[in-house]
């Protein structure tokens, strides 16, 4: 079979994290009971205006700013003309002309070797009410109608389902870091499309492109993409030639449906709205918003290897938002870094997992962390020691000196107590030492086992290891 060069592009709508929707003052929410946050604008009632949530505004620019797009300082909304049921006015207003952002760009790591996805335009306009399907009938939920998106889209510059998804990831992070949305995919607050053609060599023209519309997860992106890369080869391989067509994901299937060909380009008759002014964007509105943008993903991340973290561990914590914003507030201070990871991706993580908490909402304040980690780096409190106290420690305001002494943890620290402690055992163990000379792992595991059973876990692991090790090493 030929190979073939897949070339793909996203378009991708992300709903903002607004209180109140773009051209009325309805609750922008999700989950309540059906057209219970409605009014007549966003029914579509004949004689309402819609007026302009500055909110909107302020998203736009500030997601415009973090994907590298160029901000344009004089636009329009316009009206996009289409008749179907979850649009009652019979067109959806939007930005045709003069998308707000363009030419921008997000970086993505692909084996090794940075690449940059090239965002055409970035444009701002209201969703549509949401249309469930039940037998023969269709019910329509307002709420959604006029939520604020904005649409992101990409040059075709993508050749894999693993660029996309890397992609998406990307810029769902990106979003999300921003409070620009909350990005769940789930819930139908980002929702991707993928246009993928395939073509012989780079000098031919672009192929035949097919649009897959409403991927409902990141996974589900790359493989609609594969299977629609598959479809394309097996079709051009038996010398088929097929037209322009909207296809969709289906779950069940694990493979593409045609939902539609296109005969013809659509004939939107977009036109300048004329019920909303246009805009003019200042440099001060553009400088206030860049203020309010927090230390992103790439900069946390370099941050917090710079400090000693692993790269595992730096990666886990910008993926969990409320424990990467705990983390910064530690970063000033002088404490072993590691160790904080460690303690909060671990232990602690654990903690929150079970009990369903967000860090926020425990007693662990942050002058009461740097303890915990000090008592760490120095050996007062063991691995052991922590999980039995732990759960006091983030349930109550003692002191962390109080409930070591509450606790009646009395670590052995004295490196001339430990060595004695370890001497005995290596003579008691001439077996394992001879596995360990003779390069078996598994020895020194052992003999720290034992080191550990003597001292009833109060000696330091730490300190013990090095001492276990350089007596062997003699």
């Known amino acids: 079979m030929t190979n073939y060069i897949p070339t793909i592009g996203v378009e991708v709508h992300v709903e903002l994290k607004t209180k109140t ?49 160029k901000i344009r300082r004089q636009m329009h909304f316009d009206r996009k003309n289409y008749f179907y049921p979850d649009n009652p006015k019979n067109y959806q207003i939007t930005q045709f002309d003069t998308p707000i952002g363009y030419d921008g760009y997000v970086e993505i790591e692909v084996d090794g070797k940075t690449k940059k996805i090239e965002i055409e335009e970035m444009h701002i306009e209201e969703d549509t009410c949401k249309s469930t399907h039940r037998g023969t009938k269709t019910l329509l939920d307002f709420n959604r109608a006029g939520v604020p998106l904005i649409e992101i889209v990409t040059k075709p510059c993508m050749e894999s389902s693993k660029e996309a998804k890397l992609y998406l990831e990307k810029l769902k992070e990106l979003l999300f870091y921003c409070d620009i949305s909350d990005c769940k995919m789930e819930e139908g607050s980002m929702r991707a499309d993928a246009n993928v053609s395939i073509r012989k060599s780079e000098s031919d023209p672009f192929g035949t492109k097919c649009e897959i519309k409403n991927i409902g997860s990141i996974s589900n992106v790359g493989l609609s993409i594969e299977k629609e890369i598959i479809r394309q080869q097996a079709l051009l391989e038996r010398g088929e030639t097929f037209k322009e067509q909207t296809r969709r994901y289906d779950d069940k299937l694990g493979d593409t449906v045609l939902m539609r060909v296109k005969e013809t380009g659509n004939d939107y008759r977009y036109f300048p709205e004329p019920d909303i002014p246009y805009l003019y964007v200042t440099d001060e509105r553009i400088e206030r918003v860049k203020e309010d943008i927090p230390m992103l993903p790439n900069e946390r991340r370099k941050k917090y290897m710079d400090l000693g973290v692993s790269e595992l561990n730096a990666n886990k914590l910008v993926q969990n938002r409320s424990l990467s914003d705990y ?9 072993n870094f590691k160790i904080a990871s460690n303690l909060l991706l671990g232990d602690i993580a654990a903690y929150l ?88 792992d598994r020895a020194i595991k052992f003999l720290m086992g034992q080191v550990m059973k003597e001292t009833k876990g109060s000696a330091n692991p730490k300190i013990a290891n090095e001492i276990l090790t350089s007596e062997l090493n003699k």
């Open 21 to 69: 929707k773009i051209f009325s003052n309805s609750i922008n929410g999700y989950g309540e009971m059906a057209n219970s946050l409605t009014n007549v604008v966003d029914l579509g009632y004949p004689g309402t205006l819609p007026t302009l949530n500055e909110e909107v505004l302020n998203l736009a620019i500030k997601a415009a700013t973090v994907l590298n797009c």
């Open 353 to 440: 997992n079970k009990h369903e908490k967000n860090i926020e909402n425990t007693t662990l304040t942050k002058e009461r962390f740097i303890d915990l980690i000090n008592n760490v780096d120095d050996g007062t409190l063991t691995s052991k020691n922590l999980k039995d106290i732990l759960d006091t420690v983030l349930d109550n305001n003692l002191s962390i000196k109080e409930i070591i002494k509450e606790s009646g943890i009395k670590n052995i620290t004295d490196d001339g107590a430990i060595r004695e402690i370890i001497i005995k055992i290596i003579n008691d163990n001439p077996e394992s030492v001879k596995d360990y000379k003779d390069g078996k």
């Open 327 to 335: 983390f910064n507030t530690l970063l000033e201070e002088k404490i």
